[in-house]
């Protein structure tokens, strides 16, 4: 796969279409399942309070994956994902409910490097506050 946006028709401050990635506890379990990360802290509310945590709290990089289909999603290619990196600002916390957390992600292009990449500068809050800091991502287009 390569690329479907051409490097030439993006100019710095392109936005990417926004999305909003919902997650439930059951989301949690298969993540934790998936990636081997069992930590209490993600699927035992009375464990994660008797830490400190509100509640349950999903997997920092369950967001970090998320976060990152913005960018994916806008190229075609997960393969023109070249670096990606982000700091963890605040957790997402998961209510038992039927509705669970929602983390809503913008990026928009901060610059145009050489070789047809350029670096996505994203942004990922749920209710109300960033969860990630610092993200960012250099993506080859074609």
């Known amino acids: ?43 035992n509310e009375k464990f994660a309070k ?39 600002t605040k957790p997402v916390v998961v209510p038992n409910d039927d509705q669970g957390a929602l983390i809503e992600v913008s990026a928009k292009v901060a610059a145009k490097l050489d070789d047809n990449t350029v670096r996505v500068d994203l942004t990922a809050t749920s209710a109300g506050q960033k969860v990630l800091g610092i993200s960012r991502a250099v993506v080859r287009l074609a």
């Open 50 to 88: 008797e830490v400190g945590l509100p509640d349950v709290i999903a997997h920092g990089m369950f967001t970090m994956a998320e976060a990152i289909r913005v960018v994916t999603d806008w190229t075609g290619d997960p393969g023109a994902v070249l670096e990606y990196g982000v700091r963890f």
């Open 1 to 43: 796969m390569t690329a479907k946006i051409a490097y030439d028709d993006i100019e710095v401050g392109t936005e990417l279409p926004a999305r909003t990635f919902p997650v439930t506890r059951a989301m949690l379990v298969q993540y934790a399942g998936a990636s081997g990360d069992f930590n209490p802290i993600h699927w």
